[in-house]
């Protein structure tokens, strides 16, 4: 059974940086396609950033965000700087393989303005 936990969430100042993390527990990590989600409060959940073969980002954080992983220690990162307001949201991990999606119960990111 594939589980997804996610860490690194906190408070940060605006313009500040923060690290996220999402570890899976079970084999065959390298092969699942992982993303980022977030969903601030009152509004639907959004893509953030994914990485398969490539990666991608939404427009509202490219060249501020970047995801990475490492499929020795399962896990993959969100390293998110010049943070806005904005970007206040909690944090899914998502993984995908075989048509099937799994979730982690998010991580709370807060930037004061």
């Known amino acids: 059974q594939v589980q997804l936990v996610e860490s690194g969430g906190g408070l940060v100042q605006t313009g500040g940086s923060l690290n996220i993390s999402c570890t899976m527990s079970?084999?065959?990590?390298?092969?699942?396609?992982m993303g980022w989600f977030r969903q601030a409060p009152g509004k639907q959940r959004e893509l953030v950033a994914h990485i398969s073969a490539g990666t991608n980002y939404a427009d509202a954080v490219k060249g501020r965000f970047t995801i990475s992983r490492d499929n020795v220690k399962n896990t993959v990162y969100l390293h998110m700087k010049t943070l806005r307001p904005e970007d206040t949201a909690v944090y899914y991990c998502k993984a995908d393989r075989f048509g099937i999606s799994y979730w982690g119960k998010g991580t709370l990111v807060t930037v004061s303005s």
């Open positions: 079970g084999n065959l990590f390298s092969i699942y396609d």
